[in-house]
């Protein structure tokens, strides 16, 4: 099993460009997430999905949109970058929601870093 | 909201030192409480995790107690290694009704162990 995987690894935009991160997953988990992380700041929660076809917002979603047409991928769209969102994005997905008293595993992908200039 | 706080680092220790890193919490409810590690370059993979009150999670000589009467979930280790050297993430998850499917991190302690 690959787990999660993120492509790309490193990318570089100019402002007002668009691209699509991409997410993919083999353990067939129902719930998938996008996390940013910045210096000083932990992981905030863009984006995420509680199964095929839904999608919910996070923490910090202004800038970003998401899709989740098939169980094992979750896109993170950005139309118009802006330097703000300069940062190393993480996916992660879980068997089951991460609710208290259940405690589940949250399994992260190596990352993307983007450099919006 | 639900908030986590973990001592800033960085963190610079010998070989076969013991380790605490502090972290405490705010949350309504019940939460679980996690350690995560990220290693230089690499996303992060949970270390250890305690979902109720006075359990105490270890992995790899790492362990923390969920101290509910202190709101506390401290990490720590007898003796570390110098491929310790990561940084460390304390995290909640909570149920606040509307569903809270997401947890909620500290700002990172980045820990530097030299030989």
């Known amino acids: 099993n690959a787990g999660v995987t993120q492509t790309p690894k490193f990318r570089v935009l100019k402002t007002g460009q668009s691209m699509t991160l991409l997410c993919a997953q083999d353990m067939n988990h129902e719930y998938m997430y996008w996390y940013r992380q910045d210096p000083g700041m932990g992981l905030r929660l863009i984006h995420y999905?509680?199964?095929?076809?839904?999608?919910a917002k996070g923490e910090v979603p202004d800038g970003y949109n998401v899709s989740r047409l098939k169980k094992q991928n979750f896109l993170l769209g950005l139309e118009s970058a802006a330097p703000s969102q300069t940062s190393v994005y993480f996916c992660a997905s879980s068997e089951l929601a991460t609710l208290a008293g259940l405690g589940d595993t949250q399994y992260f992908g190596p990352g993307t870093r983007l450099t919006v200039l | 909201g639900d908030s986590v706080t973990q001592m800033e680092g960085p963190v610079t220790l010998s070989e076969e030192a013991f380790l605490t890193i502090n972290c405490t919490y705010t949350?309504?409810?019940?939460?679980?409480l996690f350690w995560y590690v990220q290693y230089p370059g690499e996303g992060l993979q949970l270390l250890l995790k305690a979902t109720k009150a006075d359990d105490k999670g270890s992995n790899k000589g790492f362990e923390a107690t969920y101290r509910k009467e202190t709101t506390s979930f401290h990490l720590e280790k007898g003796s570390v290694q110098v491929s310790d050297s990561a940084v460390y993430f304390c995290?909640?998850?909570?149920?606040?009704?509307?569903?809270?499917?997401?947890?909620?991190f500290g700002k990172g302690t980045k820990l530097s162990v030299i030989p």
């Open positions: 949350a309504t409810g019940y939460p679980s």
């Open positions: 999905s509680v199964g095929e076809g839904t999608t």
């Open positions: 995290a909640l998850s909570a149920s606040s009704g509307a569903g809270s499917y997401q947890l909620t």
